[in-house]
């Protein structure tokens, strides 16, 4: 496919009020355009699609938000290079297409240098770096096998979380929180650990979002009875 192809197939699937949806939240914040698709639509097209570096490269210069997630989700992981991560992680248009950028299913989390990268960009100064960074720690913590991080790492990243998220921005602290739900569901160790830090924060509240969501509960997620009978916590 060309881009012109992904664009047809865009605004063919356009919504309406998606794109209504867009406006209100980014109108004046962004000079992308949208054509109001939700991302699991957006999946879907993916999927369709299929994998494609070189129309990937093409669909991230674009001004069309769902073009750009597409370029997220149709990348190769093992062509990415750290310098494409850096390089891309300072084109996120302010930090709105941050999180799917390192979530949701997009291919950086896939690249064999997601770990190490989760655990510099945790250490940033730059505060999107950080979100992506927390991203990439959740998804880190799907990982089996050889390349799974120990335990002791997770138990390294969870007291960098205690230490800091009292003075995060709400994007950063929401990061954090799937960070410590995707690490609390591992062992009995690191479930007591995260738990511990999501009692002393509380739910962290999504004002940043159209108003409609919940706030994000990490101690309900960690504390029920499937999971602890999963870890074998009594």
């Not at 410590?180 to 690191?190: F, N, Q, Y």
Request: net charge positive.
């Amino acid at each position: 496919m060309t881009e012109a192809d992904v664009l047809t197939l865009l605004n063919d699937n356009r919504d309406e009020r998606g794109i209504k949806h867009w406006q209100n939240l980014y109108a004046g914040t962004s000079d992308m355009t949208s054509f109001g698709l939700g991302l699991t639509r957006l999946r879907q097209l993916a999927k369709q699609i299929g994998r494609n570096r070189a129309l990937a490269q093409t669909l991230w210069q674009s001004k069309v938000y769902d073009a750009r997630v597409i370029a997220l989700l149709i990348d190769d992981p093992k062509q990415i290079t750290r310098q494409q991560a850096e390089t891309q992680v300072e084109q996120l248009a302010g930090g709105m297409l941050a999180h799917v950028f390192a979530s949701c299913d997009a291919t950086l989390a896939k690249t064999p240098f997601v770990v190490e990268l989760a655990a510099d960009w945790v250490q940033s100064k730059d505060a999107v770096r950080r979100e992506c960074g927390y991203g990439l720690l959740y998804e880190a913590s799907k990982l089996s096998g050889k390349k799974a991080p120990s335990e002791a790492f997770f138990l390294t990243q969870i007291q960098r979380i205690v230490q800091t998220i009292e003075n995060e921005p709400e994007k950063v602290r929401l990061a954090m929180a799937a960070a410590l739900m995707g690490i609390g569901k591992l062992t009995a160790t690191l479930n007591a650990a995260a738990l511990a830090v999501a009692q002393q924060t509380g739910p962290i509240a999504f004002t940043s979002a159209s108003g409609n969501c919940e706030p994000f509960d990490v101690a309900k997620h960690l504390t029920t009875e499937r999971l602890k009978a999963k870890l074998g916590i009594l």
